[in-house]
């Protein structure tokens, strides 16, 4: 599998990510907060940040199946689901990932037939350490 590429705005995600946090970048003048991370605040911008936890509870926004061809690592999955979660307690913000069954299950874990706009879903991270989402109530 492909490991996320890091910048200097995005590594604390990945970094509280590897320690099973979901955190969210915000701006340490305002409080907005901001994802994808950004060196500025899109709102005073600012360029003082700091990263908050977040509850990790959100619902399906929208999502994509990808089919093959892919990159061969994925394709051997496919199809799976790639969803767009919009967080429970900051509906302005919204992380991608994928719905899977468990914390380490595959991909292709969940059946792409069963995913529903509005669905429930929390923050999961396997042993590798990426969020991965799974139903509140399967």
């Not at 199946?65 to 990159?71: G, N």
């Not at 689901?81 to 992380?95: F, N, S």
Request: hydrophobic share 40%; proline share 13%; glycine share 8%.
């Amino acid at each position: 599998m492909l490991s996320p590429v890091t910048d200097a705005d995005g590594a604390p995600f990945w970094q509280y990510a590897a320690r099973g946090e979901l955190r969210v970048q915000a701006c340490a003048d305002c409080g907005e907060l901001r994802f994808p991370p950004r060196p500025c605040c899109p709102h005073c911008q600012s360029f003082a940040s700091e990263w908050r936890p977040v509850s990790g509870h959100g619902r399906v926004w929208s999502y994509v199946v990808p089919h093959p061809p892919l990159l061969p690592d994925y394709a051997e999955q496919a199809p799976y689901g790639v969803i767009v979660v919009e967080l429970a307690d900051h509906p302005r913000i919204r992380l991608v990932g994928n719905l899977v069954t468990g914390p380490d299950a595959p991909l292709n874990s969940f059946s792409p037939d069963r995913i529903r706009i509005g669905a429930r879903v929390r923050v999961v991270f396997g042993r590798d350490g990426l969020p991965r989402w799974m139903l509140e109530r399967p």
